[in-house]
């Protein structure tokens, strides 16, 4: 498959930045022989166990024991070392002291192993010494690129449909379609055991350990490949590499779902889940932002990992989340909406038709709502009958069916009732019986025919809110945004060198006229200011600026003003401003005699009835790296802890969710007869935020409080940057700090074709998905065919999406824009797709039929070609038609030869030329 390219991590891998390919983990989950380092007869050493579980477990290839003092174990003929064993091994499993191993993976890379699995602990969860020690392991392994490694300090990996059980488990779970990754080996054992008595089967599962080879993004990658995995289970208690973890997650979920459970959510647990694995956690809410942006639904409770997973796996996804009930008791309906309303869903309100038409089908004493009370004696039919009813209300977006065993009730065909009144539906339905024995063969009938059936209604709500949640985000990740012309009359790059002298001066903290400078090329409005040393200066500012003024305290050493009497507001007279000017001194002074003062900086008094008070800041995280943040903001903002974050780059729908996600977002909108603010200018400055913590890693907080929202401006009436020390002397590559690639507009470039027509060939953005769907309907059937080898009805927002929201470090896709009659169109799109092993890459190219014979197609293959060199790529391949002689032509022309010719279909190849 070729899906992944992964650059400029958050940190480097340990094998230098390179990613593991997909056919590369083939010999830890899918080996033809297997090697036992530490094989034993002692039932109570874990090599023992490893070995036992091999053999018992049925796996089909070969099974070789190591052990340097034994001829046989467990009746198998032993070797003393991995290089005298008969035949090369695919997957070598280390079962021996921590202090060995560096030693052995040398060896097994001489040796040519592909996959390892270090089970030894003793490492960098030990402390100082086991940190050395595993560096040690990593440096041996950095010679044998090729050499996988899971662990160490894990429990092993299992890969049922293979029959492989290598790893110190108890007993080989069921062959399923989930696959689970932990960093707890212990919480694995206790999982398995869970599994195994609710029948829960796994297509791989693996105790990942330290990661200090395969990490999280790898497994995900290679379960991506998988068409056995339906879905991924991670319990996730750091995060390493976060780029590729980001862009690992984001591709997954496009089409399968990803349920996490992240450990150390709060302060004192987040630093035993560091003690537990050696590495450090990150804040919860950073977490959370990272997660949402990946598409990956979070759950709270371990006990809900499977049922949400296998949920989201199997069940249709919802349009929103109002929610019908339909019961025979009004007691668990009303738990239901409990539930419902504390997870912040919907109770779905029934349409005056859906009433009338149930009233004619219900008894009288029906609930005439929402929940739909059938009464305790409903027979099946009458359960079938409210369910199509609300069914068919376009109110409605998913229905939940509670039954209670009454005297007269049967639920085994009430179930089989519910599961054929779902047939003509696209919408998800969820089933509670509640009870024991009597309940289970409808239980058992419900979850066979796929709808989730639950022992009590909380349980049904809490999944549907978890499928809400999985739909919701996934619809987020995919809204097309609005093209917002966002652009800078300042080129950025000679922004560059002016921003260096200010970030040269050796200031941690920027003034915040320093800061809010930094805010003013990037055009976000700010309040004009003055620094005054004296009271006299301060009096002529004023003059300038014109009564009232606003007066603060100005010291690099004092963060909020305010708590130190820093700030006076609507100052009005010359003698009030020198009194503001003493007092503001004073008053720092006693508060923080610690701080340097320099003086006091004079503002316009900025003002507005209709204005809210917004705070927007940054910080860097050490796991996922700058994160923004908006809220209410003023004095009141940490009391009030009404914000959201979310991971930069934005675009107009990201940073609308944002602002649509607080507390205060009635406010903004216009509240109880108040105007609206400016919402669209607010989401701009928003996105100019984004690129100023892209363009600067040096920036390591920031925080503008507050951020002045009226209905006609948005202006920062104060501001502060804190400058990372050491970014400052250790410059990193451009981006490399941000956790996603943000547009690289880097490879925008203006082209003429041969008749000196000129075209802007940039990459691909989300925006640009109404001109894509424009482009297609110019093209001709045949020009169609060509590009996807499959005749296109009308295009789809769900098919746009495969080809306009793109992972920047996974694929390319360079379009030609044109401008004619005042209109912007899109004539030509050139696509690569690089591989696991970014290595090689796969080339499409279609250009619209009134621009082909014009020299588009050479001039979009060309500069893909150069892209591809850039990336360090050897290789490109494309495909098409062996009746497309036009393109045959084409690519023959730029430098591609055929190397294949298959049912029609012919395969080129064009060698790199790496820059």
């Not at 007869?41 to 070995?51: A, E, I, S, W």
């Not at 086991?130 to 041996?140: E, P």
């Not at 909108?669 to 600067?696: H, N, W």
């Not at 896709?813 to 050139?830: D, N, P, S, T, Y």
């Amino acid at each position: 498959m070729l899906t992944s390219v992964r650059s400029d991590d958050l940190s480097p891998s340990p094998k230098g930045g390179a990613p593991v390919s997909a056919r590369d983990l083939d010999a830890i989950f899918r080996p033809s022989s297997v090697a036992v380092v530490g094989a034993s007869d002692h039932p109570l050493k874990v090599g023992y166990t490893v070995l036992k579980n091999l053999l018992e477990g049925g796996f089909s290839g070969k099974v070789f024991p190591v052990n340097l003092r034994r001829k046989t174990v467990q009746q198998l003929e032993a070797y003393p070392s991995v290089t005298d064993l008969p035949q090369p091994v695919d997957l070598v499993v280390i079962c021996t002291p921590a202090a060995t191993v560096p030693d052995l993976v040398a060896e097994c890379g001489k040796f040519g192993v592909g996959g390892l699995i270090i089970v030894s602990a003793g490492f960098r969860e030990t402390g100082a010494a086991g940190i050395a020690l595993q560096q040690r392991v990593s440096d041996a392994a950095k010679a044998y690129p090729e050499l996988a490694i899971i662990g160490p300090n894990c429990l092993g990996v299992i890969s049922p449909h293979a029959h492989l059980n290598a790893s110190f488990s108890g007993s080989m779970p069921e062959a399923g379609r989930i696959a689970f990754v932990s960093q707890s080996g212990a919480l694995c054992t206790s999982v398995l055991d869970w599994a195994r008595r609710d029948r829960i089967g796994f297509s791989y599962f693996v105790s990942i350990g330290n990661m200090m080879d395969v990490g999280m993004a790898d497994l995900i990658d290679y379960f991506h490949d998988d068409p056995g995995t339906d879905a991924v289970i991670l319990y996730i208690e750091s995060i390493q590499h976060a780029r590729a973890f980001m862009s690992a997650t984001r591709s997954f979920t496009r089409n399968r779902p990803i349920v996490a459970y992240k450990a150390g959510r709060f302060a004192e647990s987040a630093k035993a889940a560091a003690s537990h694995t050696g590495a450090m956690a990150g804040v919860d809410d950073v977490y959370e932002a990272a997660l949402a942006r990946a598409g990956v639904v979070r759950v709270r409770e371990v006990r809900d990992i499977f049922d949400c997973a296998q949920l989201l796996a199997q069940t249709r996804r919802p349009r929103g989340d109002r929610l019908a009930i339909v019961t025979n008791a009004g007691g668990p309906g009303v738990m239901a909406i409990d539930q419902l309303v504390q997870l912040h869903g919907t109770l779905a309100t029934l349409s005056d038709s859906t009433i009338d038409s149930l009233d004619h089908q219900l008894p009288a004493a029906w609930s005439r709502g929402n929940p739909v009370d059938v009464l305790g004696d409903a027979d099946p039919a009458r359960f079938a009958k409210a369910l199509r009813g609300v069914l068919r209300d376009d109110g409605v977006d998913a229905a939940l069916v509670i039954l209670t065993p009454q005297a007269m009730t049967d639920p085994l065909a009430t179930a089989k009732a519910v599961i054929e009144s779902t047939d003509q539906t696209t919408k998800p339905v969820l089933a509670s019986w509640v009870g024991g024995n009597a309940v289970q063969e409808g239980i058992a009938a419900l979850r066979a025919a796929g709808i989730p059936a639950y022992s009590f209604p909380e349980e049904a709500v809490r999944a549907f809110m978890y499928l809400n949640t999985y739909a919701r985000r996934r619809e987020l990740l995919y809204e097309t945004p609005k093209d917002l012309p966002v652009e800078f009359v300042l080129n950025r790059e000679r922004l560059r060198p002016v921003f260096n002298t200010i970030l040269s001066e050796g200031r941690q903290r920027l003034t915040e006229s320093m800061s809010k400078a930094m805010l003013d090329a990037y055009e976000i409005p700010i309040s004009r200011t003055f620094v005054a040393r004296t009271p006299e200066d301060a009096v002529e500012y004023a003059h300038r600026l014109g009564y009232p003024v606003a007066v603060k305290v100005f010291s690099p050493d004092i963060s909020h003003k305010t708590d130190v009497g820093g700030v006076a507001l609507g100052v009005v007279g010359d003698d009030a401003v020198r009194d503001a000017y003493d007092r503001i001194l004073q008053s720092a002074k006693e508060a923080r005699p610690d701080a340097y003062v320099e003086g006091v900086t004079v503002q316009p008094m900025i003002s507005s009835a209709n204005g809210i008070e917004l705070i927007v800041g940054a910080r860097r995280d050490p796991v996922f790296g700058p994160v923004l943040m908006v809220g209410s903001g003023g004095t009141g903002t940490e009391l009030l802890r009404d914000r959201t974050l979310e991971l930069p780059p934005l675009n107009e729908r990201l940073a609308r969710n944002m602002l649509q996600s607080l507390r205060c977002w009635p406010l903004l909108q216009g509240y109880r007869g108040r105007p609206s603010v400016t919402i669209d200018k607010l989401v701009e400055v928003l996105m100019r935020f984004s690129y100023l913590i892209a363009d600067y890693p040096e920036i390591c907080e920031l925080d503008v409080n507050p951020l002045l929202v009226t209905p006609s401006s948005v202006v920062a009436l104060d501001a502060r940057i804190i400058l990372d020390h050491q970014t400052l002397l250790h410059p990193v590559k451009q981006f490399s700090h941000l956790a996603i690639r943000p547009y690289p507009e880097n490879y925008c470039r203006s082209v003429a074709l041969d008749d000196g027509t000129k075209v802007l060939l940039r990459p691909i953005k989300p925006e640009d998905e109404p001109m894509w769907h424009a482009m297609l309907s110019e093209c001709s059937p045949e020009t169609l065919h060509n590009r996807f080898r499959s005749m296109l009805g009308k295009t789809s927002h769900d098919f746009a999406t495969r080809f306009c929201f793109i992972d920047y470090d996974r694929e390319m896709a360079i379009v030609a824009e044109i401008h004619e009659a005042g209109k912007r169109q899109l004539v030509g799109v050139g696509r690569l797709v690089a591989g696991t092993s970014h290595e090689d890459a796969e080339y499409t190219v279609l250009v619209v039929d009134a621009w082909q014979n014009r020299g588009l197609g050479t001039a979009l293959t060309g500069y893909c070609m150069e892209i591809a060199g850039s990336w360090g790529l050897t290789c490109v391949v494309a495909e098409t038609d062996r009746t497309n002689a036009r393109m045959l032509a084409a690519f023959r022309r730029y430098g591609f030869r055929q190397v294949a010719q298959e049912d029609g279909v012919v395969s080129l190849q064009y060698q790199v030329k790496t820059q």
